[in-house]
């Protein structure tokens, strides 16, 4: 049962399409995560939402931030983040964007290759260094393997090579995959995390942090046939935690922990207001009779994910009456623009027309970061803003919604 009141009551009070950012349900969430991981460092992973009032929010709340290029880094500094509280993540940088960071500031950068080190030598001299290492990705709804990531065997090489250079080899990083499902990912993580820690400290390389990556789920989400998908949340804490300790204690030294949440954070406090364009019913080649719920918004301004999963949809006109099954989808005319590939029905209120709001739940992460500059005319949603009241001693706008065009992120 969705029950963010304050999600709720601002797409009730809206009569245009537009996405919903609840910031005092992103604070409580970021706060909550600070519990379950005391004294471990959160670094918002900035591509989930690059949205100027959630970056500084979350600022203002003492959140780092994961940059994946310059572009981010500035905006983050610009929502007033110190520059040591800004990591370049991305493995994948040229020559010049390394330079733009170090100029900005950044000294701490990802890496997976002996290429990238020198590079980052030549153009960012003296900086930090840590090394992600690959996981499978198993468990995950986007496994992220393969792209980003070594070995451990390559990344004692990496190390090596920069300290060779003149870099502070400072620590390591996993990612088990985007919307992790299972503490089995968790678990081979550390395992690779300590396997390389040993390695490392026989070769007299010491590091100061691990960073967990991402990967920590939103909890509203269905899947693509329109099953909840219920994490177990509280024992991937609880490996979390426990692996850890571990690494401490194949560390020998005092290890400081960063972890990189996304949608963890925003996904399930974001929400659209939406419409239908229509509900049809067809005959397909085979006989069999079809019918699609067409939308306002799909895959290409705001729902890029829904290949992978089922958005969660409140009919607010049609709270009674008979409902049926429906392939839902956007707008336009791509074929890839339908929820599951146009497989997997929803239900959906049979008497709803043209024009009538839907609410798109849990759909806070990657909304507009993914979205298109106007495929097919379809221009990207405005966004509005809850703001979060007082929580962090500044005086907040009586005005309890402010929407804000979208700008191309």
Known sequence: MFDDKRLLAALAAA????IVFDLQGIGERHASLKRELPGVAVRFAMKACPVDAVVEFLARQGAGFDAASPGEIATALGAGAPPGSVHYGNTVKSDQHILDAF???VRDFATDSVEDVRAIATHAPGARVFCRLATTGNGALWGLSGKSGCSG???????????????????????????????????????SLAEVLIALKQKGILLDHVNLGGGLPALGYLDEQGRPLIPPLDRIFETIR?????????AGARLA?????????VADHGAI??????????ELLDGRRRRWLYLSCGKFNGLYEMDRIQYRLEFPAHRDGEYGPAIVAGPSCDSDDAAGHGRYPARVPLGVASGDPVWILSSGAYTTSYTTLGFNGFSPLP??????????GRKRPTRVFTTVTATPF
């Open 153 to 191: 065997p390559e990344a004692v090489r990496v190390a090596e090579t920069a300290r060779a250079m003149g870099l502070r080899f400072s620590g390591l990083s996993v990612h088990v995959g985007s919307q992790q499902m299972t503490t089995e990912a968790w678990t081979g993580a550390f395992d």
């Open 242 to 250: 426990a692996g850890m300790g571990r690494l401490r204690q194949a």
């Open 383 to 392: 966004y509005t803003v809850a703001p979060a009241g007082d929580t962090d």
């Open 103 to 105: 100029r900005l500031g």
């Open 257 to 265: 922990f960063v972890i990189e949440p996304g949608r963890y954070l």
């Open 273 to 282: 207001r939406a419409h239908v364009a229509r509900l049809s019913d067809r």
């Open 15 to 18: 009569s245009e399409d537009q």
